[in-house]
């Protein structure tokens, strides 16, 4: 069966620092990713979607960048975090042919910028 | 393109009461619609899906939806509520050919006793 992990958990990091969010799947192959925030009161922002190894596309212009170096590893990064950049990070998956089984999500990351 | 709206920021009901929460997406296409849950600090599950077919649809826990094309609406419903169902629901869309989904801002369900 497919599985999809997000680590970690938790994380505080003090404005202008680096970061690094990691994403894998696991019982699939090919399969389409994706990056979203989710603040309070502001439902999901889509930051950054792949439809394959080095293929990034990006909804949202910030100071996040996204990676895809592997298959089914998908890497959320930023150089210098912004208070703004604080909320709930959730990734997900879904099978490459279409929207019919919509997403997967892991259990997100809770990152506070201090 | 499309989007969704979910009117209600937030649901209050009491405990064996039946619930509605609302769904409005705009599209000029034919779509895909999905409810999904969160529970607090955790990812999102899908508690159900429309693709095609039958305009009504349920889940495993007693929630069911209805298709409604005219009015494009997908609201969520339950006859009768726990207090486990509190959570945040959201509803999502997808313009079929597209590869992402489009979520409303979330509907926070809380059942008091």
């Known amino acids: 069966s497919q599985t999809i992990h997000q680590w970690p958990a938790t994380l505080v990091q003090p404005v202008g620092s680096p970061l690094s969010l990691e994403c894998t799947v696991e019982?699939?192959?090919?399969?389409?990713l994706y990056w979203y925030r989710q603040a309070a009161g502001r439902g999901l922002q889509l930051l950054f979607y792949?439809?394959?190894?080095?293929?990034i596309s990006s909804e949202v212009p910030q100071n996040l960048s996204a990676s895809r170096p592997q298959d089914r590893q998908f890497i959320l990064s930023s150089k210098k975090l912004l208070l703004s950049d604080s909320g709930f990070y959730l990734c997900?998956?879904?099978?490459?042919?279409?929207?019919?089984?919509?997403?997967?999500f892991g259990s997100g990351t809770r990152l506070t910028v201090v | 393109a499309q989007s969704v709206t979910q009117l209600d920021s937030q649901v209050p009901v009491f405990e064996e009461a039946p619930v509605e929460l609302r769904c409005n997406y705009s599209?000029?296409?034919?779509?895909?619609l999905f409810w999904y849950v969160q529970y607090p600090n955790q990812g999102l599950q899908l508690l159900l899906k429309?693709?095609?077919?039958?305009?009504l649809v349920e889940s495993i826990n007693g929630f069911e939806a209805e298709f409604n094309k005219s009015q494009t609406s997908f609201h969520l419903r339950k006859p009768s509520v726990h207090i486990s169902d509190t959570a945040e629901y959201f509803c999502?869309?997808?313009?079929?050919?597209?590869?992402?989904?489009?979520f409303g801002k979330g509907t926070m369900l809380l059942v008091s006793p």
């Open positions: 997900a998956w879904s099978v490459r042919q279409g929207m019919g089984y919509g997403y997967t």
């Open positions: 019982g699939t192959s090919n399969p389409n």
């Open positions: 792949s439809v394959g190894i080095g293929q």
């Open positions: 599209s000029s296409v034919s779509v895909y």
């Open positions: 429309y693709l095609s077919g039958s305009t």
């Open positions: 999502a869309v997808s313009e079929i050919g597209y590869s992402t989904l489009t």
